[in-house]
Structure formats: C-alpha cells, structure tokens
C-alpha cells in the first residue's frame, strides 16, 4: 500500500517538474519595473535626494549663477550658449567623483554671422564641489572655481561681465514645492579681494517648464545685474532657456559697445556614462 502511495505521488509531481523544465527562463538582462515612491521627509532632509527624485537631470546652474548641485559620478553634460554679436559660448562638464564636477569652457566671438573677424577666446577652467548636501534646517552647500567671464571685448582685452572666480554656494526650497533659492558669494580677483553676491531663483513647473531669476554681481547697485529667463524641458536630458541679461541696465562700456540688456539662449544635454 505504501509503496503505491509513493508511486502514484511521484506520477502527479513529474508531470509538474517537466513543465517547469521546459519553460523558458527569463533574460538576465530584463530588470524588474520598480516605482519609486514619494518620500516627502526624505526630500526635505536630504536635497541631493529631492534633486534625483525627478525625471530632470540636477540644475546646476540658473543663467549666470551656480548652484550647489552636481552631476552625479560618472554623468556629464554639454551646455551652449549663444549670444550677442553672434557669439558662442560652449561648457563641458563631468562628474569625476562623487559631488566633485570638472568642466572646461570656450568661448568664441562672431562666429554665427557675417562677421568675419572670429575670434575663439582660450578655454577656461570650471570645479564645483558640494560638501555639505543639507538637511531640513540647513542648504546644501558647495565650493568651487569658475574662470568664464561674459561679454569679452577685443579693445579692452578683458570681459565685461568678469569672471566668478572662486565661490561659495547654497541651495533650499523656500516652503513652495519647486521654489528654490540658490545665492552665493564670490570674489572675483584676488588682487583686489573685492566680494560679491548673487540672490538667483528658481520655479519649477510640474517638471515642464522653469522660470529663473537672478539678481548678480552685487557689490556696488550699479554694476549689478538681473537676468531673468523661461528654461523649457525638451526631455528629461535636454532643455532650452531663453533668457536676458543686464535687465534695465543702459549706457556704454569703455569700448563704446552697448551695456544694455542681452538676449541668450542656451542649450544643455545631460546624460551619464
């Protein structure tokens, strides 16, 4: 009797395993979906998380003015900017490490357009490093070093719109999802240790679109300036701005050229290796 009972046992579990044998395994290479949930107390403890919690690539920058994020490691992004006088200004930037971006920038004048003097400026040097990514109380905060200056003019041989230099930077959320301020200090050239602040803002709408504003290069009222702009998501890793510079400002540099507004507009796809 007993031995019937394992026989017939055995003839309902074969027919089991054959058809488990039989099926195809999945690709190893297929990965589970995973949602990922809303975490409203970790984003407001810890920003870096609230920055990759979205679909858009970290906002590193607003018009002029940084902020304190920063590509993740082994991510990288190629921003463009075209500007007056048919100028173009290119940034490439890397995540070598973790919190700490190297970039590099080039900026060359005239050359979309009839102009036939082009002249390519040589390139200049950009380190960001967030040391400090914040929690409910404090900004994230970052350090670094930016050597582009704006507006370069051949008869004064310096820029305009000087160079960052060296900074200190913050980024909060101001109570209002998506509202965010980013202000930072900075000094320029340290022959003259003069130290200058910028206030920037930024909206986010719905993840679609971004209105910036920035109040830069605060030192005396007079040579300060506002940019303001709209930046659209094109796709998560590709967005536009198109911004002005220099809002209300008026008058002439030395070189006689404009000190007006300015009207940008950039390009900038983030991605990751």
Same mark, same amino acid.
């Given at each position: 009797?007993?031995?019937?009972?394992?026989?017939?046992?055995?003839?309902?579990?074969?027919?089991?395993? @054959?058809?488990?044998?039989?099926?195809?395994?999945?690709?190893?290479?297929?990965?589970?979906?995973?949602?990922?949930?809303?975490?409203?107390?970790?984003?407001?403890?810890?920003?870096?998380?609230?920055?990759?919690?979205?679909?858009?690539?970290?906002?590193?920058?607003?018009?002029?003015?940084?902020?304190?994020?920063?590509?993740?490691?082994?991510?990288?992004?190629?921003?463009?900017?075209?500007?007056?006088?048919?100028?173009?200004?290119?940034?490439?930037?890397?995540?070598?490490?973790?919190?700490?971006?190297?970039?590099?920038?080039?900026?060359?004048n005239?050359?979309?357009?009839?102009?036939?003097?082009?002249?390519?400026?040589?390139?200049?040097?950009?380190?960001?490093?967030?040391?400090?990514?914040?929690?409910?109380?404090?900004?994230?905060?970052?350090?670094?070093?930016?050597?582009?200056g704006?507006?370069?003019?051949?008869t004064?041989?310096?820029?305009?719109?000087?160079?960052?230099?060296?900074?200190?930077?913050?980024?909060?959320?101001?109570?209002?999802?998506?509202?965010?301020?980013?202000?930072?200090?900075?000094?320029?050239?340290?022959?003259?240790?003069?130290?200058?602040?910028?206030?920037?803002?930024?909206?986010?709408?719905?993840?679609?679109?971004?209105?910036?504003?920035?109040?830069?290069?605060?030192?005396?009222? @007079?040579?300060?300036?506002?940019?303001? @702009?709209?930046?659209?998501?094109?796709?998560?890793?590709?967005?536009?701005?198109?911004?002005?510079?220099?809002?209300?400002?008026?008058?002439?540099?030395?070189?006689?050229?404009?000190?007006?507004?300015?009207?940008?507009?950039?390009?900038?796809?983030? @991605?990751?290796?």
């Amino acid at each position: 009797m007993m031995r019937a009972n394992v026989l017939a046992a055995f003839l309902l579990v074969l027919p089991w395993e @054959g058809a488990r044998a039989g099926a195809p395994e999945a690709p190893v290479d297929v990965k589970p979906v995973k949602i990922r949930p809303k975490m409203p107390e970790l984003h407001r403890e810890r920003p870096e998380v609230r920055e990759s919690a979205g679909l858009n690539a970290a906002e590193t920058n607003i018009v002029d003015a940084p902020t304190a994020a920063v590509l993740d490691y082994g991510g990288y992004s190629s921003q463009t900017r075209f500007y007056s006088h048919g100028g173009l200004l290119e940034y490439v930037s890397f995540g070598v490490y973790p919190r700490l971006n190297l970039g590099v920038a080039m900026a060359i004048n005239g050359l979309i357009g009839n102009d036939t003097a082009v002249r390519a400026r040589p390139p200049e040097v950009q380190v960001k490093y967030r040391f400090y990514d914040g929690d409910r109380y404090l900004p994230a905060l970052g350090v670094g070093f930016d050597g582009q200056g704006f507006d370069y003019s051949p008869t004064e041989k310096k820029c305009h719109d000087r160079q960052r230099g060296f900074y200190v930077t913050a980024t909060e959320e101001l109570g209002l999802p998506g509202l965010q301020a980013h202000p930072s200090f900075n000094i320029s050239d340290f022959d003259s240790n003069s130290i200058f602040g910028s206030l920037p803002l930024s909206y986010n709408i719905q993840d679609k679109a971004m209105v910036i504003f920035e109040w830069d290069n605060i030192n005396n009222f @007079g040579n300060s300036r506002v940019n303001s @702009g709209l930046r659209v998501y094109l796709t998560p890793k590709l967005r536009v701005d198109f911004a002005v510079r220099r809002i209300g400002q008026g008058g002439f540099f030395a070189d006689n050229s404009s000190r007006g507004p300015e009207r940008i507009v950039q390009l900038k796809y983030s @991605g990751s290796f």
